[in-house]
């Protein structure tokens, strides 16, 4: 089935440690976007991606780091630099379709640092 | 990125239709107006999108007003698993701007009873 696959559902860390989350699309699509969600709040563009090798930083970018190597895969890198890493992080991917089609969400990982 | 504003909650009873309405009065007229739904601790979905036409799909029907200044998520029967955050999103035409990008908000919690 086509989608986008992130990996692991739930992740823990100790404080001070760098984790990559892992997002993986086979839906072809050429942008690719993170997200960071904190309880009751709406998503937050970290970064995003419209062509392989090329990445821009979005609203929160700090403490965060990505690679576009594949078109399909856009890893996120929550470094230890970042203050408050505990959050729901979803990754989506979407065309450059000019009637602005829909963007596909995975599931989400949940990062909590201890 | 213009901006929307949505109702924290709203609720409805089973099978009863469902207006949520969404105001976006700095809309520019390349902005599409996307709406998305979010079940808890899972990614967003996309429900529905529209330019200037009211727009229909299997999922919920989309009304705009004629000035664009306000629109309408409408379910026409809604049922417990349509119980969600819904995102009313303006997106900037792909045309233009290249691949853009998804501001959310907080969104609409529905609350729907048996």
């Known amino acids: 089935d086509g989608g986008i696959t992130q990996s692991p559902k739930y992740l823990f860390r100790k404080e001070g440690q760098n984790v990559t989350l892992s997002c993986e699309q086979n839906?072809?699509?050429?942008?690719m976007y993170w997200y960071r969600q904190d309880p009751g709040q709406g998503l937050r563009l970290i970064y995003y991606?419209?062509?392989?090798?090329?990445?821009q930083k979005g609203d929160i970018a700090e403490g965060y780091s990505v690679s576009r190597e594949k078109k399909e895969s856009f890893p996120l890198t929550v470094t230890s630099a970042q203050k408050n890493p505990t959050a729901f992080y979803l990754c989506?991917?979407?065309?450059?379709?000019?009637?602005?089609?829909?963007?596909?969400f995975g599931q989400g990982t949940r990062l909590t640092v201890v | 990125d213009a901006k929307t504003t949505q109702p924290n909650s709203m609720e409805s009873n089973e099978e009863e239709p469902v207006h949520l309405p969404c105001n976006h009065s700095t809309i520019s007229g390349t902005d599409y107006i996307h709406w998305y739904r979010q079940l808890p601790s899972q990614g967003p979905e996309y429900v529905i999108h529209g330019l200037t036409s009211n727009v229909n799909n299997r999922m919920a029907s989309l009304a705009i007003a004629e000035d664009r200044k306000s629109s309408t998520l409408i379910l026409h029967r809604a049922t417990l698993r349509d119980a969600a955050v819904y995102y009313c999103?303006?997106?900037?035409?792909?045309?233009?701007?290249?691949?853009?990008?998804?501001?959310f908000g907080k969104g609409t919690m529905l609350l729907v009873s048996p």
């Open positions: 991606s419209q062509i392989v090798n090329d990445f």
């Open positions: 999103i303006l997106r900037p035409s792909q045309i233009l701007s290249g691949y853009s990008t998804l501001t």
């Open positions: 989506a991917s979407s065309t450059g379709a000019p009637t602005n089609t829909e963007a596909f």
């Open positions: 839906l072809n699509h050429d942008a």
